[in-house]
Each structure stands twice: as structure tokens, then as C-alpha cells.
């Protein structure tokens, strides 16, 4: 019995799991991060620690999820547009004013198109077990009140430096520059740019609207956000602490969408305090948005897969 005791203290050690995000201490998707950490620690009775490092102290997501395929960092989440640049696929998560509400995400994404596309990480040395989010992103400008493709005409607009999000602002008429999200500030303040897109949590949190005066609620792009783990770490933990784990995490993933709604709410009351335009598009809007981004549609079919395009855009159909 003395021996059966021994293996048994060698395997409470600990495990550590050392979780990288980009965004800041006070944004949501880091806030639902460490929610999951205190619900692992509770569900596996301290047999995991969960490490929090916001603020990309541990690198930007690129470098996060290299160190994740290679085993030295144990867990991240990060916009499916970085893992993109690994996974020609995720692209499709990208495709302009895909979702029309956060309601059908939430379906397509915890469904089974969702758990197809994670387990599509496996190739990469990753193991994905759901979504979180970043939320919608959403257009401003200092120059004009946009309601329409139409409005967008030779605006100067800084955009994500992704292939496909510079595309979605050229197909729609726009004139998109590529720039460090850090130089972004300064560049509006500066007339560089005239406009910029991002979800609303990171318009309030940069005080972008010290220098915008109009923001159109696009949603051109749903941001989600897998919640990821390297493949060794994953595959060092037992059956029982893997199900700990996917239970924390869907548990914080509701918890975490439930904040960034209201952290979504906050901010737009507040940008109205601030006296921004607000412009809500109405769906016949929407529409002529999203047939003038048609022809993205066409051009990363091919890179993406074209089944995958054609059922994501069934699943979306079918919860319409």
C-alpha cells in the first residue's frame, strides 16, 4: 500500500497552465480567462493552476500559438483571423457581414459546424474545446455619417493587417491601410487614417472617440475566439481533468459572452454621452452591405474550401 501511496503523491503535483490573451485586464474575453482558471482550479481540486497573462506579456498571438504547437506555453484564446494565417479554413470566419445576430453565432458556433472547425486544429498540434468572443466589429469615421457601401467611397480606413479584411474595405469602396493596432491612435489624431473598425469594447478602452465622430454599427465581422490548448499539455492530463476542463470552459464561455454583451452595452451609452453619431442599420441595409462584399465571397472560396463556405452559409440559413 506504501508503494500504491507514493505514485499517488507523484501525481498530485501539480500541473501549471500558463493562459496567454492579447487584450488588457479589464476587457471581458480576459475577465471570462480567469473565470475559467478559478472554475478548473475548483473542478480539479487544485490538481491543475491556471496561470492568467494578459496584455500579450508572453508575445503577440502568432508567437502564442507557435509556442503553443511547440509546448511551451499550455493555453490561449485569440481571433480566428490569426489562426487563419496557420489554417487557410478559418478564413471563413472572417467572410463580411457573415452573422446577422450574436444568437445564430452562438448556434453555428457550438453546433456542429463549430466542433468541426476545432477539430480541424489537430493538424496544427492544437486542440481547441469552444468559442468565446471579441464581439462584432463595428466602423468609425471623422468624415461622414455611413449608411451606406455608397458612403465609403475613398475613405482612408485602418484596417486589421489581414489579406482578407484589407479586401472586404477595397471590395466595398473604401481606401484600407494596414497598421499596428499601437500606431492607431496617433494616426487618426493625425489624419493618417479617417477611420478605423474594431469591436466597441476597444473603441471605449483607446478612447478612439476622442478623435472619430461617427460610428456605424456594421458588425461586419463577428470576432470569436477559440479558447485553445497545446496537443502535449492536453494529452498529459487524464480523462477526468480533461472533462474538468470543458466543463469550466463552457461555463466560462457563457459567462464571458454574457459580460462582453454588456460591456457592448455600456460602451455605446457612453459614446452617445460622448456625442457620437450612432447610426443602426436597418436590414435592407445590412443587405446591400453584404451583396457589395459579394465578391470576397467568390475570391476566398477557393483558399478557404468551398464546402466549408457552403455549409456554414446553409447553417446560417437554417437559423435564420
Same mark, same amino acid.
Given at each position: 500500500q506504501d508503494s500504491e501511496k507514493k505514485s499517488g503523491s507523484a501525481e498530485t503535483g501539480e500541473k501549471v497552465m500558463k493562459l496567454a490573451v492579447a487584450t488588457a485586464e479589464d476587457r471581458s474575453l480576459t475577465k471570462g480567462l480567469v473565470k475559467f482558471g478559478e472554475l478548473v482550479e475548483e473542478k480539479t481540486n487544485g490538481s491543475i493552476k491556471v496561470e492568467v497573462?494578459?496584455?500579450?506579456q508572453l508575445g503577440g498571438d502568432r508567437e502564442v500559438f507557435e509556442s503553443m504547437q511547440m509546448g511551451s506555453i499550455e493555453a490561449s484564446s485569440m481571433s480566428t483571423g490569426v489562426i487563419a494565417q496557420f489554417l487557410d479554413s478559418y478564413n471563413?470566419? @472572417?467572410? %463580411?457581414?457573415?452573422?446577422? @445576430?450574436?444568437?445564430?453565432a452562438y448556434k453555428v458556433l457550438d453546433g456542429e459546424f463549430g466542433k468541426k472547425m476545432l477539430a480541424?486544429? @489537430?493538424s496544427q498540434n492544437i486542440v481547441g474545446v469552444n468559442y468565446f468572443e471579441n464581439g462584432y466589429r463595428h466602423l468609425t469615421n471623422d468624415v461622414?455619417?455611413?449608411?451606406? %457601401?455608397? @458612403?465609403?467611397?475613398?475613405?482612408?480606413?485602418?484596417?486589421l493587417e489581414s489579406e482578407i479584411h484589407i479586401d472586404i474595405w477595397k471590395t466595398l469602396g473604401a481606401n484600407p491601410t494596414p497598421m499596428a493596432y499601437s500606431e492607431l491612435f496617433s494616426g487618426l489624431q493625425q489624419g493618417v487614417v479617417e477611420g478605423q473598425e474594431n %469591436?466597441?469594447?476597444n473603441v471605449v478602452s483607446n478612447k478612439f472617440f476622442e478623435v472619430q465622430d461617427y460610428i456605424t454599427?456594421?458588425?461586419?465581422?463577428?470576432?470569436?475566439?477559440?479558447?485553445l490548448f497545446g496537443k502535449d499539455f492536453w494529452m498529459s492530463l487524464s480523462e477526468e481533468e480533461q472533462t474538468a476542463i470543458q466543463e469550466a470552459a463552457d461555463e466560462a464561455r457563457d459567462y464571458q459572452r454574457e459580460l462582453n454583451y454588456q460591456e457592448d452595452m455600456d460602451g455605446i451609452k457612453?459614446?452617445?454621452?460622448?456625442g457620437i453619431t450612432i447610426t443602426e442599420l436597418d436590414d435592407e441595409q445590412k443587405e446591400a452591405f453584404f451583396n457589395a462584399s459579394k465578391?470576397?465571397?467568390e475570391k476566398y472560396s477557393s483558399v478557404i474550401g468551398e464546402d466549408i463556405v457552403n455549409e456554414l452559409l446553409d447553417e446560417i440559413k437554417k437559423y435564420k
Open positions: 497573462y494578459p496584455n500579450n471563413a470566419f @472572417d467572410l %463580411p457581414f457573415l452573422f446577422p @445576430d450574436r444568437e445564430i480541424e486544429l @489537430d461622414r455619417e455611413i449608411k451606406s %457601401p455608397e @458612403d465609403l467611397n475613398g475613405l482612408k480606413i485602418r484596417t %469591436p466597441i469594447g454599427m456594421t458588425g461586419h465581422v463577428y470576432n470569436a475566439s477559440p479558447l457612453m459614446l452617445e454621452e460622448e465578391p470576397v465571397y
